[in-house]
């Protein structure tokens, strides 16, 4: 099963090229990556959708800007749904925005638009970040599967010794 990553923003005119720049990198890495009003479903619900998409990710990526600050409680609602349901975080953050109120102590990438040679080093940076996150999941599901392996191996052995006892 693909690794998914939804992106939340509450981005600004100037500061849609970074969401999608991050989108279309993570897409290269075999990562998908949701904004959500790249899939918009016609005849249902805004949050209900959004509610959907943020269950089925792997991953929940917080983009913060200036710009963007002032119309973050949406964003607010969706980390907070992330969380409830129990998805990593991550803040990417432009330096100087105070996320503390809504984004509490979650994992963050802060970047300086003016001090960056362009996007794609801060979308270097997040997918690289991503890339972990899923090698550790992807470690841990091989841990379950490999320990559900043993267990099983260990069911057999136990019914064929008992199987053998009783013949």
Same mark, same amino acid.
């Given at each position: 099963?693909?690794?998914?990553?939804?992106?939340?923003?509450?981005?600004?005119?100037?500061?849609?090229?970074?969401?999608?720049?991050?989108?279309?990198?993570?897409?290269?890495?075999?990562?998908?990556?949701?904004?959500?009003?790249?899939?918009?479903?016609?005849?249902?619900?805004?949050?209900?959708?959004?509610?959907?998409?943020?269950?089925?990710?792997?991953?929940?990526?917080?983009?913060?800007?200036?710009?963007?600050?002032?119309?973050?409680?949406?964003?607010?609602?969706?980390?907070?749904?992330?969380?409830?349901?129990? !998805?990593?975080?991550?803040?990417? #953050?432009? $330096?100087? *925005?105070?996320?503390?109120?809504? @984004? /509490?102590?979650?994992?963050?990438?802060?970047?300086?638009?003016?001090?960056?040679?362009?996007?794609?080093?801060?979308?270097?940076?997040?997918?690289?970040?991503?890339?972990?996150?899923?090698?550790? !999941?992807?470690?841990?599901?091989? #841990?379950? $599967?490999? *320990?559900?392996?043993?267990?099983? @191996? /260990?069911?057999?052995?136990?019914?064929?010794?008992?199987?053998?006892?009783?013949?």
């Amino acid at each position: 099963m693909p690794y998914r990553v939804f992106i939340s923003h509450n981005v600004g005119r100037d500061d849609y090229a970074l969401v999608t720049l991050l989108a279309n990198a993570m897409w290269q890495h075999g990562i998908e990556a949701y904004i959500p009003e790249w899939n918009a479903r016609y005849g249902e619900s805004v949050n209900k959708y959004t509610a959907d998409q943020i269950s089925n990710s792997d991953l929940v990526l917080a983009v913060v800007t200036h710009e963007g600050f002032s119309r973050a409680i949406h964003m607010g609602i969706e980390v907070g749904y992330a969380l409830a349901k129990g !998805k990593q975080v991550i803040a990417l #953050v432009e $330096e100087g *925005v105070n996320t503390e109120p809504y @984004l /509490g102590s979650t994992s963050r990438i802060e970047f300086n638009r003016w001090r960056i040679q362009s996007y794609y080093d801060v979308a270097e940076r997040v997918v690289e970040l991503v890339k972990q996150q899923k090698g550790l !999941k992807e470690g841990k599901e091989a #841990v379950g $599967e490999a *320990v559900a392996g043993l267990a099983l @191996l /260990g069911l057999f052995l136990w019914l064929q010794s008992r199987g053998g006892k009783g013949s």
